[in-house]
């Protein structure tokens, strides 16, 4: 089973750009779904990108809300995910989760068996 281990996250102005990574440990990484998720206080988790597994096509998701903005990638010779994150809002503010299920993205936060600890995210307007 895979862990994970985010980082990247910090503290910028509106209009910044960040880039988050996600270490992975772990043999499955590469058969894997990898998604990012974020979560601000009061509110409840939610969808921000996913990318398939290479044997699932490596196909890529986003929410609405960051398409065009952000951008989920992966590398499976470093089990490493990255999401990077321009233009970026007050509305944005969350801690941000990587997290890992079997192939195929799922928008479903229950669906994913194993996350990392998270990195925290704060626009400032």
């Known amino acids: 089973q895979v862990q994970l281990v985010e980082s990247g996250g910090g503290l910028v102005q509106a209009g910044d750009s960040l880039r988050l990574s996600c270490a992975a440990s772990?043999?499955?990484?590469?058969?894997?779904?990898m998604g990012w998720f974020r979560q601000a206080p009061g509110k409840e988790r939610e969808f921000v990108a996913g990318?398939?597994?290479?044997?699932?096509?490596?196909?890529?998701y986003y929410a609405d809300s960051v398409k065009g903005r952000f951008t989920i990638s992966r590398d499976n010779d470093r089990n490493a995910l990255y999401l990077q994150m321009n233009g970026l809002k007050p509305e944005d503010s969350a801690n941000y989760y990587c997290?890992?299920?079997?192939?195929?993205?799922?928008?479903?936060?229950?669906?994913?068996?194993?996350w990392g600890q998270g990195t925290q995210v704060t626009v400032s307007s």
């Open positions: 997290a890992a299920r079997p192939d195929v993205v799922s928008f479903r936060p229950s669906e994913y068996v194993t």
């Open positions: 772990g043999r499955s990484f590469s058969i894997s779904a």
């Open positions: 990318i398939s597994s290479p044997r699932s096509g490596g196909r890529l």
